[in-house]
Each structure stands twice: as C-alpha cells, then as structure tokens.
C-alpha cells in the first residue's frame, strides 16, 4: 500500500518560496593524506547531476565514498577536495550556498528536555521572522506533513527512532530549504518506518525541493522510490539513472539479475566484484557520471577558490539565490541570543534530577567544610587551619563548575555543529547565550555555599570582607568553568574529565608554592610559571580581603602555641604583604576574557575546520603565482 497515499502534496504555503535548485558536479576528486603513505584518493573525477523535485539517492558498498561525496557536495567537507560544482549552471559560491542548503546528519541529534512543539518553535523563532500565527500555522503544516501531530506534546527524549529522524526533517523545513541532504535517513529504523521516511522525503521533493540522501542497499520497493539513484564504486560512478533500469543497464553489460532479485543489493554485489570484475565497463559506459549531466564544456575550477574569493569572475550574481533573499526572513543577533538564553534555562529547568543532585552536592560540601573548619576564624591558633580553609573553599569552586562543562559540552558540541552548519543562528550569539545561562545557577548555589561555610567556620561578620570573599569565589567558579569550557570545546567526554582534573595540578601546586620563608630559593622559571595560575590571584585576593589590617586575634588558655595572633604578621610571612586586592581581581577578569576568547576560538575553528586550510591554500596559491610572474 503506499504509505503517503491520501496525503496531498504539500507546498508549505506558510514559509517563504524557494526557486528550483539544480546541482551538477564534474570532474569532482577528493584526496586524504596518509602520513608517509602519501595519499589516498577517495574520489576519482566523478560527474553528475541532481535535478530539483526529484528524490535522488546515493548508493555503493561501505568505504566507496559516498558519504565524502553528500559531504563534499553539502559544503560540510571541502579540504583536499577539487573539480567544479554548479548550481543552476553556474560555479558553486559556497556561503550562499549553505543558506539554502540543510544537512541532516546520520546521528539524529535532537535538543533534549524540549517537547516536539517547543523544539519546533524554538527553531522557528530562530530560523522565521514572522509573526507568531504564521510560525504556528507553519508548524502545524509541517508537523502533519512529516505526521508529527499526535507527538506534538511528547518529550525528545520519549520520540521513537522513526519519530526522532522525522523530527529532524521538520526541524530543517522550517525555512523551505530549496537543497536537503540526508546521510542514511533509513539507518536504525525498522522496514516500516524506513518506508514511510523515504515516502516523506518523496513528497518533499515532489514540492519543487532537491532532496539528495546517502543509503545503505534499500529494498527493491524503496529502489523504485527514487527518481534518481547514483552508484558510485571504488571513487567512481558506475551508473546513474532510475533505480529499476539499472536492471536492463547491467544486462546490456552482459549481467543478468536473477528475477526476483533486489536490483539494488545486485549491484552492489556487481560493484563488490562477486560476479567478476565489471568496475571498468560500468564506469566507462556512463562515462564516470559524465553521461547523465547537462553541461558539457563548462571549465573545470578548484572549488577552493571559488568559495574563498567571492569577486571571482565565473560568478555571476543570480538575484533569485542571493544572499540577501535567503537573510531575509532570519532573527537578528539579539533575538537569537534570546531565545537560546530561554532554551538553555528551560532544558536546566527540566533536568529535575541534575539541579536536585547539583544543590545536594553544594549543601554536603558546604556543611561538611563548613563543619571541619568550624569556629576556626577567629581563633588566634588556629590561623594555619583557616589559611587552609581559604584554599579549600578555592579548589571546591575550580572542580565544582568545571566537571559538569567537561561531562555535557562535547555532547552538546555535536549538536551545536549540526545546528551553526544549517545556520539556525551565529556562533557568537550562542556563545553568549551559554556565557549568560550558566551564571544564575553559580551564583545561587555559590551564595548558599559561601553563606554556609563563612558562618560556619566564624569568620569576621563585616560586610565588606564578605562581599570581598564572595567576590573571589565567584571569579574563581566562572574562570574554572572557562577552563572546562576550553577544554571542552575540542575533546570528547572520556579525554575531557581526564585531562581537565590533570591539568588543573600544576595550577594548584603553583598557587602555593614559596609562601612563607623559601620565596627566595625558588628558580626564576617557576617564579615565572606562577603568573599564570589564576588560583594564586584568588588565594592572595581571599588572604588580603579576610586577613590584612584585623585586630589581634585571641587565643584559648588551653593552647600552648599561640603564634599567628597578629595577622599582618602571618601574610608578611606568607611573602604577601604586598598583595593588592583589586590588582588580583583584575587579573582573574583577564584570565576570564583570555579562556573564554580562547573557548570561542577554538569552537569556531572545530566548526569550520576547512576555514584554515582554505585560507592557506589560497594564499599559497597566490604566493605561486605572483613569485612566477616576478621571475
């Protein structure tokens, strides 16, 4: 029975209209180095053509490059990678092209603790400038298109496999994308959700869409879905066309399919050689993909150059697929930082069970320290323990706010990069809205733990001081967070909490490292590295704000060693009686600007990992030729 039967098709009248988009590539090559093996080519100069509102499929055994080939034709993986890419005839412009493209990748990631009319909204309200009706109506359009509607009130983390792979369709709909690239839509469904998304992404073609997706051998129901399926075997074409033809194609090949036999599991076989080796044949006769495309005698160029310099010549300016026409109905930064902000506390919000286990662990600990250092504040013997206090209160705010970055954000980075390729939104609003999020939770949960451990271990109840002691905690969560956030930013979870922990030693160790009478002794290089461990600027800001310039202290008759009653003593001892309290808040500010700069730096670059190397090429490339024009 077919499966979109009495579903009309659906235009999207609600979104904004979209041309037709025709996709051709020639001569398309892609190399990856191997170290001292030199290089591997995964792409042999294959041609094509994806035609607009049809459903084109990309087939071929495992490690044949069709995955490189959807990436390389979605913009997401450039290096390495030449020929030409037109788009309805002419030369590929890469930034405009990602505006009108969408890539949904093979790992369904869906923003947890949302349901699917939350998720839908939230991207309309980053994606659509629009009124609020419209968004709804658009929603629903979309929701009852992709069958989505009885869901509608189901938490993403409750979605089936089939419902979570609809939902991220819907979710790139939103704009009416005129390109959409699926890498193996079907992977992880039964037979029955595979078909019904593979008849969806039929009736989103049939739209006037170009909708282009990688799979893995279809059944031979699915295979006649297509309107065009490209073979591709060993980095090159080995046919192209409608699905069931491929049938008389190998037959004129001299091989013969058995009869009820899937076409498409046969020529995979065909392309693995289980039949004799017929690759050069195949190839040859659809000419590695240069049969099937319209245009015969354009150039070949390096796309490379293409995407890099925009005022390049083959590039004519097309008013219909301009930048502007597809900015146009996109939130402003601000808008976007908005609701990002709103999305990350809503999803804070409803993850009861972390924030109940995050306020647990603030209350035990401050009660726990608050209780070992007990009464120690004002006690003129106990001036050695309080200094420790000072210290542990500092390493609880460094571990504390950094472990939950380093556990979440790589799982959150892959989200984040399927989210900043298909431009929901820039990458600086949604750093900000991830700055800004975090700080509530620190600073109340930070409040109650200073409350708990100052009152406890009777420190001097001025006002001031307090606020000076709070002050210095905070500083210290938040630059521990930036910490984990840059570490974050390019590891995976498992390297992330390893390397975090290790790397914040010698940070410790520098912080304490020469107080008191062996300053002196210290070799210069290690002089030096202290600098850079921003808790020594918290320990010096938290001694001088609850230590400098305090009456002297009394001591119990019962305590035969009384030393360090007059305080001023005890920090010209500890080597920092030249300490100043705002010099070392003002170095905490610093190293905050410098980690979080650093987070967000690294984060684009991990995200647009082609920006480098492109910018390199071409400048070598330029360097080439000016150096041979001046010989």
Request: hydrophobic letters at 40%.
């Amino acid at each position: 029975m077919e499966i979109s039967k009495g579903i009309s098709k659906n235009s999207l009248g609600y979104v904004p209209k979209r041309p037709p988009v025709d996709i051709e590539f020639q001569d398309l090559t892609y190399t990856v180095p191997q170290g001292r093996k030199g290089s591997k080519m995964i792409l042999r100069s294959v041609s094509g053509e994806f035609k607009s509102g049809q459903l084109n499929a990309i087939l071929g055994p495992s490690g044949s490059g069709k995955s490189t080939l959807l990436n390389i034709l979605a913009g997401y993986k450039c290096r390495g990678a030449t020929g030409s890419i037109l788009i309805n005839g002419e030369p590929r412009h890469l930034k405009r092209f990602r505006k009108m493209s969408r890539y949904i990748m093979q790992d369904d990631l869906i923003q947890p603790m949302l349901t699917v009319e939350e998720a839908m909204m939230v991207a309309a309200d980053l994606k659509l400038n629009m009124p609020k009706m419209e968004k709804i109506n658009t929603i629903t359009e979309i929701l009852e298109l992709l069958r989505l509607s009885g869901s509608s009130k189901t938490s993403t983390n409750m979605l089936s496999g089939g419902e979570t792979k609809r939902l991220a369709i819907a979710l790139e709909l939103l704009n009416n994308p005129p390109v959409l690239f699926l890498d193996e839509p079907t992977t992880g469904l039964d037979d029955m959700s595979s078909t019904q998304c593979i008849h969806l992404l039929k009736q989103i073609a049939e739209g006037g869409r170009t909708v282009i997706c990688s799979i893995h051998t279809p059944s031979a129901k699915l295979f006649s879905v297509f309107d065009n399926v490209y073979i591709i075997a060993a980095g090159q074409c080995v046919y192209q066309g409608y699905g069931p033809e491929v049938v008389p194609f190998l037959s004129n090949l001299g091989i013969e399919c058995p009869k009820h036999y899937n076409p498409a599991d046969f020529i995979i076989e065909v392309c693995c050689m289980e039949y004799g080796d017929y690759h050069e044949r195949m190839v040859t006769a659809v000419d590695n993909g240069r049969a099937n495309c319209s245009s015969k005698c354009i150039p070949v160029a390096s796309m490379d150059e293409i995407s890099l310099d925009n005022s390049i010549s083959l590039i004519k300016e097309d008013p219909v697929l301009s930048e502007e026409n597809f900015n146009h109905h996109q939130s402003g930064w601000m808008r976007q930082f908005y609701i990002l902000v709103m999305r990350m506390w809503l999803q804070m919000w409803r993850d009861k069970c972390y924030l109940l286990l995050r306020v647990c662990l603030y209350l035990a600990v401050g009660i726990l320290i608050g209780n070992l250092y007990i009464g120690m504040g004002q006690d003129g013997s106990k001036t050695i323990f309080n200094f420790g206090f000072y210290f542990t209160c500092l390493i609880f705010f460094m571990y504390i706010p950094m472990m939950p970055i380093l556990s979440q954000f790589p799982r959150e980075v892959q989200l984040l990069k399927r989210e900043h390729f298909n431009k929901w939104y820039r990458l600086s609003a949604y750093f900000a809205a991830l700055t800004v999020s975090t700080i509530p939770v620190q600073v109340i949960l930070g409040t109650v733990y200073v409350l708990l451990v100052y009152t406890l271990s009777d420190q001097p109840m001025e006002i001031d001081r307090l606020l000076m002691f709070y002050l210095v905690c905070m500083l210290t969560g938040i630059v521990s967070e930036s910490l984990g956030l840059l570490i974050a930013s390019q590891l995976t979870i498992v390297n992330a909490v390893f390397v975090g922990p290790v790397l914040t030693v010698p940070f410790m160790l520098l912080a304490v490292y020469g107080f008191g009478s062996g300053y002196d002794t210290i070799p210069t290089l290690i002089k030096i590295a202290m600098y850079f461990s921003y808790l020594r600027y918290s320990l010096e800001g938290l001694i001088h704000s609850m230590l400098k310039d305090r009456q002297k202290l009394d001591c119990p008759e019962s305590e035969e060693y009384c030393i360090y009653t007059d305080l001023n003593y005890f920090i010209k001892e500890m080597g920092m009686e030249n300490t100043i309290y705002w010099l070392d808040i003002a170095a905490l500010i610093f190293i905050l600007v410098l980690f979080r700069g650093g987070s967000y730096y690294l984060l684009r670059q991990r995200l647009s990992p082609n920006k480098t190397f492109l910018a390199l090429q071409y400048i070598g490339r330029f360097l080439k030729s000016h150096m041979g024009m001046t010989r």
